[in-house]
């Protein structure tokens, strides 16, 4: 069975070299994780934290939210992560400071109906498809009022995306359709961004019509990826996040001997490690 996710599927689009390296290869990247993805992941260790809290009927204080991310933060910190931009460290630890304490001022009692955390599930994308995608939900909600579902994602991204982008976003529509194998079909579903850098939700919705299309466009994605022999770098700005960017032909660098045989050998997909707080 071939397994994908969504950052699978974008890595893919973005630059097949890194694909080649990350996913075939399976070389260990030179460098971690970057200073946004530390941010992101200890911002959602922190808010499924509070969340779980909820679930179980109980609301922190701020203060314990607040040392929840604090010690996070200090304890998947190390000296090998990569800061770009001209910000010291303690800059994005106060920045996730403050996507809390606006978040947490902005949505408590947190009495939306949450149902779960970090809920993975599984996107069939066609009766007997040998290809399936996993994905993992930051939050799960059941609006009782409504009788709706809704998939709630943390963005810590400094940049808000256009109205356009969040229409053709495939990461929560492809949940979507998870959630309605789940839940029924004729369920409405809610796909809902908190850009947390702007305090700030974002909704949409997709018919069943836009997902069975959706489905057929990542089918032939992944059609493509499976027949695909070449894998050029890409040039971008993405590049300079980018924990390969070490090993890159295009950036005139190349990789270690140890790791040159597993370079030139394309070896079978296994199950991806899913890296979420490099998405979008």
């Not at 071939?2 to 950052?7: C, F, M, Q, R």
């Not at 955390?117 to 609006?143: A, C, F, M, Q």
């Not at 050998?265 to 296994?270: E, F, L, S």
Request: glycine share 4%.
């Amino acid at each position: 069975m071939g397994v994908y996710s969504h950052s699978k599927l974008s890595t893919f689009e973005q630059c097949r070299y890194k694909y080649k390296l990350r996913y075939i290869d399976k070389i260990p990247s030179p460098i971690k994780k970057s200073i946004e993805a530390h941010l992101g992941e200890c911002v959602h260790d922190a808010l499924e934290w509070l969340y779980k809290n909820v679930i179980r009927g109980k609301i922190p204080e701020i203060d314990g939210l607040i040392e929840k991310y604090s010690h996070s933060w200090s304890e998947k910190d190390s000296e090998e992560i990569l800061i770009v931009r001209d910000l010291k460290k303690q800059d994005y630890f106060e920045k996730g400071v403050k996507f809390l304490i606006d978040y947490y001022i902005k949505h408590r009692p947190f009495d939306d109906g949450t149902l779960e955390t970090e809920k993975r599930i599984w996107v069939n994308l066609e009766e007997n498809s040998p290809h399936k995608i996993i994905g993992y939900i930051d939050r799960l909600v059941y609006n009782k009022e409504k009788d709706q579902y809704e998939i709630h994602d943390y963005k810590t991204a400094n940049t808000l995306p256009n109205r356009e982008k969040f229409e053709a976003d495939r990461q929560l529509a492809l949940y979507s359709i998870a959630i309605k194998d789940l839940y029924g079909r004729e369920k409405p579903v809610i796909l809902t961004w908190h850009y947390l850098n702007y305090n700030m939700k974002i909704t949409s919705i997709r018919t069943n019509e836009e997902l069975e299309k959706l489905k057929k466009d990542t089918i032939n994605l992944i059609k493509e990826i499976e027949k695909t022999t070449e894998f050029p770098p890409t040039k971008s700005i993405l590049c300079e996040w980018c924990e390969y960017k070490p090993y890159c032909k295009a950036w005139g660098n190349s990789i270690p001997k140890e790791f040159q045989k597993e370079e030139n050998n394309r070896v079978g997909d296994i199950f991806p490690t899913v890296s979420k707080y490099l998405k979008d």
